[in-house]
């Protein structure tokens, strides 16, 4: 269509899938990030548009609720494939839509009864299985299954018979029909019955096999889509009936093979050429050209012209949102100061950063606070007071806290998404409210708190549909770290989420282990994403270990943005044995532990290192040493990583959370090689001590792979390491956590 309406050229669709072509292609699939002015949102992973498409026009209701939208509301179209629907995403929020009434939205079910390799349901009807699971979660529900060509026929059996065997027949008896002639549909579905059989006697069997299916039929479409968007109260499905490659013929249509079927032969090209009326000569025809009616044409001219009194083209993304104004540095003043003898979490911290967010005066109507039911978890409660959670019906009831302060609130306005269990859902909402900028030309502020665990390694697709979406906003992990979380367990203790963040281009992943370095990175987080207007979204690990935070380190600001900065120099100046100890999250608490006993036990004088973000340092360290290959004979540049490490001697041990890997993304840059320490593994349920003993990340193991990286270079006696491995208590011949 995009085609037909001089948006792309002959060029651009010769380069379909050829998007590294000289002047450009067109990607394979919908994504915003490849084609940043064309399309909104990417409907390629299977489920993932379907639940997108719920949340999105359930977000547009939030926004009208809270003043942001008003007039004509935006309408939500979605088209699925029948096949799609066996992935749990697509099915999974239908109540939600039901629920909140989303009469702005309307799905269009593609039923052409066939997968990549067979068919749907070959022995069962998909379209009544749909129908059933739709009405039962709400929703009004269109069938288009029979073509005009079938309303005489209808209208003629006096006996039922037809609308019978319509009923009779099964999927694989639907596909079959579709490939095979007249003759065959004739004698097999019309055939069982004599009466059935006389009502088409006075068609031939050319007629018979063009008995369109109600998809194929513009003037049954136009009807369901007309009755959708007139409905009230209800969201609408409309199921359509088709056949997969129609207008193939030969070539593909109804057959399995189809999907995998790229080229058409001179006579498939003919036939589909003829079967639709193209003006193409049969001298054209060969080469396969692309057609479109003349730019003065009557059918060219009548296309813009409806799009262009429809509101414009569509898709089309378009970034006009104005910046906000972000809150300047004194706004986080009380974070940099520390908590003097107060012990708080980072969790903790954060709340308070978004309490105060949320009452800012420019920005905080645009936050958007995302929780899937664990806001008291992560002592959110205070916010149920303070915005309210968003409900379509208001509160209908009292709840059973409504005596106490922090009661459940929910009003017409409320400002939560409190969206229940489903981080699926709570996804598809953040990628809503983070596009919004651009959707809907509001920029909004997404802040979606989880438990880590259930972030990547659950609905890690949907975070990279984010980053294909251009989705603005922060991801918070919270109740992160596997020996942390302690007393919770395998399922629960997340001990790589920043490996998974590592693989997505547009995320910038930190694992602050203070509230000044959480004010620092989300002020800078705000600043670039919705005062620069950059096209990022932020993850950052949050802890529920409380410990005292101290205040910030003069000049720390800039390192803790590019992932690495001194925090702790060491007291006693050892002029050969020298280390330097990299921590994050809460493990630096470790490493200042660590550097303590090394000081006072074995002379070791140890520098500490606060690191927010390996993979900051990864990437920066790698952009530059391709700049290097590839100018050889310019003077070779150092990244911020080999410049700040090369004044610095000694061994370097790193120690966090997460597994080694993440710690050895920096590994090659380190002057003399780096030993990780990690937590490699299955989670346990424990003490934090006894954990972080168990996977060998405490502040003794420290210290012991401290003295071991220095025996390795002749500065310590391999006895003496013997020896602190008895005095500090460990065992050496305890199973590798790894494997256990």
């Known amino acids: 269509r995009a085609y037909l309406e001089r948006r792309i050229d002959a060029k651009q669709l010769h380069h379909f899938r050829q998007e590294l072509a000289e002047g450009g292609g067109l990607s394979s699939y919908p994504h915003p990030y490849l084609m940043p002015e064309f399309w909104q949102f990417p409907s390629v992973s299977m489920g993932l548009a379907p639940i997108m498409s719920i949340y999105q026009a359930r977000f547009h209701r939030y926004l009208r609720a809270r003043g942001f939208l008003s007039g004509e509301e935006p309408r939500v179209w979605c088209f699925v494939g029948d096949g799609e629907v066996d992935e749990p995403e697509t099915l999974g929020a239908l109540t939600l839509a039901g629920r909140d009434q989303l009469d702005n939205l309307t799905w269009v079910v593609n039923c052409n009864l066939q997968r990549l390799d067979g068919p749907v349901r070959g022995n069962g009807k998909i379209i009544q299985e749909l129908e059933g699971v739709f009405r039962g979660a709400g929703w009004n529900v269109i069938k288009v299954i029979w073509g005009s060509d079938w309303d005489p026929l209808l209208a003629a059996d006096r006996t039922g018979l037809l609308v019978k065997r319509m009923e009779e027949v099964v999927v694989g008896d639907y596909q079959k029909y579709s490939v095979e002639p007249g003759s065959y549909i004739r004698k097999h579905f019309f055939g069982k019955y004599p009466e059935l059989l006389r009502l088409v006697n006075h068609l031939t069997d050319d007629q018979i096999r063009r008995l369109v299916r109600g998809g194929h039929d513009p003037k049954k479409v136009y009807a369901a889509y007309q009755a959708a968007v007139a409905h009230r109260s209800q969201p609408t499905v409309i199921l359509a009936n088709t056949i997969k490659g129609y207008g193939l013929g030969e070539a593909g249509e109804g057959r399995n093979v189809t999907h995998q079927q790229k080229k058409m032969n001179e006579k498939e090209l003919r036939e589909f050429r003829t079967r639709f009326d193209i003006p193409i000569s049969d001298e054209e025809i060969a080469d396969a050209p692309f057609y479109r009616p003349a730019e003065d044409s009557p059918e060219t001219r009548y296309l813009l012209e409806r799009r262009q009194a429809l509101g414009g083209f569509l898709p089309s993304r378009r970034v006009q949102a104005k910046p906000l104004a972000v809150p300047d540095r004194a706004f986080y003043e009380e974070f940099f100061k520390g908590t003097a003898q107060r012990k708080v979490s980072t969790t903790m911290a954060f709340v308070r950063i978004l309490d105060k967010l949320l009452r800012h005066p420019e920005i905080g109507r645009h936050v958007v606070p995302i929780i899937p039911d664990e806001a008291r978890t992560f002592g959110m409660d205070a916010l149920f007071r303070q915005v309210g959670i968003y409900s379509p019906k208001g509160q209908l009831y009292d709840p059973v806290d409504k005596e106490t302060l922090l009661f459940y609130q929910e009003a017409k306005d409320g400002q939560i998404l ?323």
Do not use: C
Request: no cysteine; charged share 20%.
């Open 418 to 740: 409190e969206e229940g269990i489903t981080e699926a859902g709570s996804m598809s909402s953040f990628i809503a409210a983070g596009t919004a900028y651009a959707n809907l030309q509001l920029p909004m502020v997404p802040f979606y708190i989880y438990y880590a665990m259930f972030g990547f390694q659950r609905v890690g697709d949907l975070i990279w549909a984010s980053a294909d979406s251009r989705t603005k906003g922060f991801l918070l992990a919270a109740t992160a770290g596997r020996t942390t979380l302690n007393g919770e367990g395998l399922q629960h203790q997340d001990g790589h989420s920043h490996l998974m963040a590592g693989a997505v281009p547009t995320l910038m992943a930190y694992d602050p282990a203070f509230a000044y370095e959480l004010a620092v990175i989300i002020r800078d987080g705000l600043r670039r994403m919705y005062g620069q207007g950059e096209e990022l979204f932020y993850y950052l690990t949050l802890y529920n270990e409380n410990h005292t935070m101290p205040a910030m380190p003069e000049g720390a600001e800039a390192g803790i943005l590019k992932g690495l900065y001194k925090l702790k120099k060491a007291e006693g100046r050892s002029k050969t044995l020298r280390a330097q100890l990299l921590g994050s999250g809460p493990l630096v608490t470790e490493a200042l532990r660590a550097q303590a006993l090394l000081a006072e036990r074995y002379g070791v004088s140890a520098d500490v290192w606060s690191v927010t973000s390996y993979k900051h340092l990864r990437t920066e360290t790698l952009r530059v040493a391709r700049w290097n290959m590839l100018h050889p004979e310019a003077a070779p540049k150092r990244s911020y990583l080999e410049e700040v490490l090369a004044g610095e001697d000694g061994v370097f041990v790193a120690v966090s959370d997460y597994m080694k890997l993440v710690a050895d993304q920096i590994a090659p840059w380190v002057p003399g090689g780096l030993t990780s320490l990690g937590t490699d593994g299955f989670g346990r349920s424990d003490t934090r001590e006894n954990l972080r003993r168990f996977f060998e990340v405490d502040a003794e193991l420290t210290v012991v792979a401290t003295l071991y990286a220095l025996s390795k270079k002749g500065l310590v006696k391999r006895r003496a390491v013997a020896a602190a491995i008895k005095d500090l208590g460990v065992d050496p011949e305890k199973a590798y956590p790894a494997i256990l």
